[in-house]
């Protein structure tokens, strides 16, 4: 495995928490100093909200898939804990059928708040493990029900829970200190999560799940570990919150307290932990205040009635406002460090390309964080592998190859029968009117679609119907047709996200080989048409894979365009001694780049051959011009390709 | 259970399955052409309630109340999309959601403020609490007029789709959006006709829905929200013939715990139906009728 941080990642998200920390320290050391209980109260009350806040963001940021259940978690959270808290008098007084080893428990704070953790890991574990199999919405519906489920539970679980009367007398132990302190080690826990490997591939599934499951990201382990952790955040939050009010029944776990934490995380910003508690502090400030109208408040002469209700439709109000101007949150994706940097950088909110920030260079003087690649200079000085070269143009078995590989859609056959092989160190050109079947079978190849019948061979393995994260972390990268890069991400992300496995190649090498220096920064969503298509390639490359697959790489670039890709993909190829397959409409390319060509038709092979051969073979000619017989229809160009 | 059971539990569970049904697909309309999920659809039933409420005070017949409060729900729907909606139109998923989740909130405290937090009594015509005997089987009348006023309306809402050049385009629209649009389909005019449609199913569903609680209260849109909700994920969300489905299952599934149920577990009939469906997405995560999505 590699280490769990991408290099300089680390040392970041501590100095972007700590920018977070030293603001709350302070209003906590202020409001302390104040001597003022209310206020006190208040703050721990925003303490406990930031803290389950930001547990929420875990998943929901990061994953990009909406949770109505954690409020579930939190309820398990704060139910654990007062059955252990509350003194045994009381607690048997309220729970006459509890088993005797609980009713003579009692624990502290510390014991409760690890138990109330670990019961929501465990439950979140179980529930996970079905979640994670659904598609986005349907995981949706899933969260909701476990909300609804939760708080049937906490109502009728009578015997532990006393129904909905509910429990009292847990002994109150979470003071400003202790929350304080609970906040900051959740933030600490969500900053270091969001910035390490784990935390960014969960990110680029959140933007687009196919292209990061082709980037080698198992989207559904990395779903379920988020899941499970903060989960555990909530039960933990759960727990100190039953230690700060006291007493309370299962409707402090059911829609009203989801829709208030979801509301801080939306206007915050889900996809950043500063957004989170940005949200928090905003709700809570605003709350504050409208509860005192809400009350009445007479200011000297002027009195204003009590406005019963007022709060609720406010916050309500105030998410619309700011979903209409922001629809990202405040935050949106950036921390609050991201954000200085930015406006230092005077990139911020420009579409210029961002200049490098600041820090870069001090990672790449840091060799030690990326223990798997050989020191700098001789890998920028492209070192190509040997192996790469001996076995040109196909000597040898294939790295890869379909035999008699067939697909079918509804009863349109899009692949019948098709063999092919990639030979190592190849340049295999794919080629084919639309609809021939070129893309499906880069998707068959890739995983994406398992075979109806024939094998997909990898290294002498059989890979048909593998996942297709198995089959990249395997070795076979791709680029897609239409584009998938992460709108969300910023290109230097992108190449970290994929750079997956130990062997992977220098992140700073393949960023210098496709000359994206000056976009490092940059959101992949913000960059022009021809940057998307090298991010693509570079994303693929950084995994130094045995076969690069490439769906036209050069669809929409002009000669000059198409020049440079082609210095580019053979420069990667020599550099990382892979076999690629490319597909493309651009003859013109592929008859300058590839040593062989396989045509397709209508979902066979029609030819296959070194290029000249190909260019004169008359089915190739009838594939693509009609037979001779019927008027010379020229090729057909509509955008949509193949049934895929 | 004897056979005569089984058929009143039939015409009980048909009569839910329809309203599920009639909610599911007017949730589904608004998603096919927007991709939303509209959470304050629910309130729509809140004001299809509310307004049958305040007729309800002229000894009105219960037929003018429906009527009344099936415009009302059917004009409010339109005018939801005009005022929250049409200004994000290209916002993402997570922030039409939210959007709609405010407005919910908003409508809600509206009618706690206006009216009362409290439930307000709803007259229904004392025929609903009689029994027909057919073929020595007692039957419910309410159950029999709210399956036939469901069925009947899915029915005609079958026919508009199949048989209107208006429905076409609907259906056209709720496969492929941006397709219908670029074949000359007026964009806005398809969303308001879909809330349009939404608002009328869930008028309908309404005042089927009050004439069985024979009150109205501000939560009240909170349950046939969430049942909607589950039968359209459950038909494949998006799927039009797949929410109808995704209704009566649900129907079904629910009449059929609450008859099987032991008493000591009956409380969790709600979280047990919830439970049977995740098992069901567990096996197709599509739903049952939707279409397969790439594979991860």
């Known amino acids: ?644 | 259970m004897s056979a005569r059971e089984l058929i009143q539990q039939l015409v009980n569970a048909l009569s839910l399955g329809s309203i599920y049904a009639l909610l599911a697909l007017g949730l589904s309309v608004v998603y096919g052409v927007m991709g939303m999920l509209n959470f304050a659809f629910g309130e729509l039933v809140t004001i299809t309630g509310y307004t049958m409420y305040f007729v309800s005070g002229g000894n009105e017949s219960f037929l003018l109340m429906a009527l009344v409060g099936i415009a009302a729900s059917t004009v409010s729907s339109m005018g939801m999309e005009l005022v929250a909606f049409r200004p994000l139109r290209r916002a993402s998923f997570l922030t039409l959601l939210f959007t709609s989740f405010a407005l919910a909130q908003i409508i809600q405290n509206l009618f706690r403020q206006l009216v009362s937090p409290r439930p307000k009594g709803v007259p229904v015509p004392d025929l609903f609490n009689e029994a027909v005997t057919i073929g020595g089987i007692k039957i419910g009348v309410l159950p029999l007029i709210t399956a036939g006023v469901g069925i009947g309306s899915l029915l005609l809402l079958t026919l508009f789709f199949r048989r209107s050049s208006a429905g076409l385009a609907m259906r056209a629209a709720s496969q492929d959006f941006v397709t219908a649009r670029l074949m000359g389909i007026p964009a806005n005019r398809i969303i308001s006709l879909a809330f349009a449609i939404s608002g009328l199913l869930a008028g309908i569903a309404g005042v089927l829905w009050v004439a069985r609680l024979t009150s109205v209260s501000p939560a009240m849109g909170f349950t046939p929200l969430l049942q909607a909700f589950i039968a359209s994920v459950i038909g494949g969300l998006g799927s039009l013939t797949g929410a109808v489905a995704g209704g009566f299952f649900l129907g079904f599934l629910e009449i059929l715990l609450q008859a099987t149920l032991p008493s000591g577990l009956l409380p969790f009939a709600q979280a047990l139906t919830l439970l049977a469906i995740v098992g069901v997405l567990y096996v197709r995560p599509q739903g049952l009728l939707g279409r397969r999505a790439e594979a991860l």
Request: aromatic share 6%; net charge negative; with cysteine.
């Open chain 1, 1 to 644: 495995m590699t280490r769990p941080f991408a290099p300089g990642r680390l040392r970041q998200s501590v100095a972007g928490w700590s920018m977070l920390a030293v603001p709350l320290v302070l209003v906590a050391l202020l409001v302390h100093g104040s001597g003022r209980p209310l206020a006190e109260r208040t703050l721990i009350s925003f303490f406990l909200d930031a803290a389950l806040v930001v547990g929420m963001q875990m998943f929901i940021g990061n994953s990009g898939i909406i949770s109505f259940g954690h409020v579930a978690f939190m309820g398990v959270g704060a139910y654990t804990a007062a059955l252990v808290t509350i003194p045994p008098d009381i607690k048997v007084q309220q729970l006459p059928d509890v088993p005797a080893w609980l009713g003579d428990l009692q624990l502290g704070l510390i014991p409760a708040v690890v138990l109330g953790a670990l019961m929501a890991a465990v439950i979140a574990l179980i529930v996970g493990g079905a979640l994670v199999r659904m598609r986005e919405s349907a995981m949706a519906m899933g969260t909701l029900a476990l909300l609804v489920f939760g708080y049937s539970a906490f109502s009728n679980w009578s015997s532990l829970t006393r129904g909905t009367i509910g429990l009292y007398g847990v002994p109150n132990n979470s003071t400003v200190w202790v929350t304080l302190v609970a906040l900051l080690a959740t933030l600490l826990l969500a900053r270091l999560y969001r910035s390490s490997r784990a935390g960014m591939r969960l990110q680029a599934s959140r933007e687009d799940p196919v292209a990061a499951a082709a980037s080698g990201v198992n989207v559904r382990m990395e779903r379920l570990g988020s899941w499970v952790l903060s989960a555990a955040v909530m039960g933990a939050g759960g727990a100190l919150w039953a230690q700060s009010y006291l007493a309370f029944g299962p409707d402090a776990f059911y829609f009203d307290i989801t829709f208030a934490l979801l509301a801080m995380l939306v206007i915050g910003g889900r996809a950043s932990v500063t957004g989170a508690v940005a949200g928090a502090a905003l709700i809570t400030i605003v709350t504050d205040m409208l509860t005192r109208v809400e009350q009445g408040v007479s200011l000297g002469a002027l009195s204003i009635p009590a406005v019963p209700g007022l709060v609720r439709f406010s916050i309500a109000l105030l998410i619309i406002l700011a979903l209409v101007f922001r629809p990202q949150g405040l935050f949106g994706r950036w921390e609050l460090d991201d954000v200085l940097r930015r406006v230092r950088a005077g990139g911020f909110r420009r579409g210029a390309p961002a200049p490098e920030p600041a820090e870069a260079p001090s990672v790449a003087s840091e060799p030690t964080e990326a223990p798997s690649v050989a020191p700098e200079v001789e890998v920028a000085a492209a070192a190509p592998a040997p192996a790469a070269r001996v076995g040109r143009n196909g000597d040898g078995p294939p790295v890869l190859s379909a035999e008699e590989v067939s697909k079918s859609f509804e009863g349109l056959h899009a692949l019948s029968g098709v063999s092919l092989g990639v030979g190592r160190g190849d340049v295999l050109g794919l080629i084919g009117p639309n609809g021939s079947g070129k893309t499906t079978l880069l998707n068959v190849l890739s995983g994406i679609f398992p075979p109806d019948a024939g094998r997909v061979r990898f290294l002498g393995r059989d890979i048909g119907g593998s996942t297709p994260h198995h089959i990249a972390r395997a070795g076979i990268a791709r680029t897609f047709q239409n584009i998938r890069l992460f709108p969300e991400l910023t290109v230097r992300e992108h190449i970290e996200v994929a750079a997956i496995d130990p062997g992977s190649a220098d992140v700073h090498d393949v960023i210098s080989w496709l000359g994206l220096e000056p976009v490092l920064e940059e959101l992949g969503g913000n960059l022009a048409y021809g940057v998307q298509r090298r991010v693509e390639i570079a994303r693929a490359a950084v995994r130094r894979p045995s076969v690069l697959l490439l769906d036209e790489p050069a669809a929409g670039m002009n000669e000059a365009e198409s020049d440079e890709l082609l210095r580019d993909i053979l420069a990667i190829r020599d550099r990382l001694g892979c076999s690629v397959l490319v597909v493309d409409h651009d003859l013109r390319l592929i008859m300058q780049l590839c040593e062989r060509i396989h045509v397709l038709n209508e979902g066979r092979t029609v030819a296959e051959g070194e290029p000249r051969e190909v260019a004169v073979d008359p089915a190739v000619v009838e594939a693509y011009l009609g037979t001779p017989r019927k008027d010379a229809s020229p090729p057909t160009d509509r955008e949509g390709d193949d049934a895929g």
